[in-house]
T-cell receptor, first 114, second 116 residues
Framework: QKEVEQNSGPLSVPEGAIASLNCTYSDRGSQSFFWYRQYSGKSPELIMSIYSNGDKEDGRFTAQLNKASQYVSLLIRDSQPSDSATYLCAVLEFSGGGADGLTFGKGTHLIIQP | DAGVIQSPRHEVTEMGQEVTLRCKPISGHDYLFWYRQTMMRGLELLIYFNNNVPIDDSGMPEDRFSAKMPNASFSTLKIQPSEPRDSAVYFC??????????????FGPGTRLLVL
């Protein structure tokens, strides 16, 4: 059974600092990796995706992938109070006949302290 | 684009009643997913469709749950009879297939279900 593990937190980070969120996954066949942000009472919203080993940067966000270690991370630079949310790591295994649904971690609750 | 549309947004019902949740995917998307989110179990995939055909329903908790997709723009998730442990937020999501593994999955606003 596919598993995605995240530290549930809460992770408290001062405003302006770097927030580092981590995720490990069990299925070596996983090909795509996603970070979703979910505000309380709202639906998950995609903020980053990564498919190859290494770093991918988008504005204040950097996703890092290490398939050998089965590890994905998300860095948020210059953290803002509006970044306070639950961050969900999700993994997709794509098969020749189609794409499975995403397997999600339980999320890390991030709090940015003003 | 209106995004994924779900109805109702909130549902309160009594144990034993039938509950029907509805979803309209983003136009042109050929994959549709139903998820359930609870504090204890997080976000779990229940079932997904490709081109209106159910592909994997292994996440459906038991026979009380059923899902249909009669056409490309509409899907239902039905619980009959409902039980208090079914209380959760149910999300519908859709995605295209043009970019393979790089396709983004978009979520609807969810239906918050409370079974008393």
């Amino acid at each position: 059974q596919k598993e995605v593990e995240q530290n549930s937190g809460p992770l408290s980070v001062p405003e302006g600092a770097i927030a580092s969120l981590n995720c490990t996954y069990s299925d070596r066949g996983s090909q795509s990796f996603f970070w979703y942000r979910q505000y309380s009472g709202k639906s998950p919203e995609l903020i980053m995706s990564i498919y190859s080993n290494g770093d991918k940067e988008d504005g204040r966000f950097t996703a890092q992938l290490n398939k050998a270690s089965q590890y994905v991370s998300l860095l948020i630079r210059d953290s803002q109070p509006s970044d306070s949310a639950t961050y969900l790591c999700a993994v997709l295994e794509f098969s020749g006949g189609g794409a499975d649904g995403l397997t999600f971690g339980k999320g890390t609750h991030l709090i940015i302290q003003p | 684009d209106a995004g994924v549309i779900q109805s109702p947004r909130h549902e309160v019902t009594e144990m034993g009643q039938e509950v029907t949740l509805r979803c309209k995917p983003i136009s042109g998307h050929d994959y549709l997913f139903w998820y359930r989110q609870t504090m204890m179990r997080g976000l779990e995939l229940l079932i997904y469709f490709n081109n209106n055909v159910p592909i994997d329903d292994s996440g459906m908790p038991e026979d009380r749950f059923s899902a249909k997709m009669p056409n490309a723009s509409f899907s239902t998730l039905k619980i009959q009879p409902s039980e208090p442990r079914d209380s959760a937020v149910y999300f519908c999501a859709s995605r295209g297939s043009g970019q393979g593994v790089q396709e983004t999955q978009y979520f609807g606003p969810g239906t918050r279900l409370l079974v008393l």
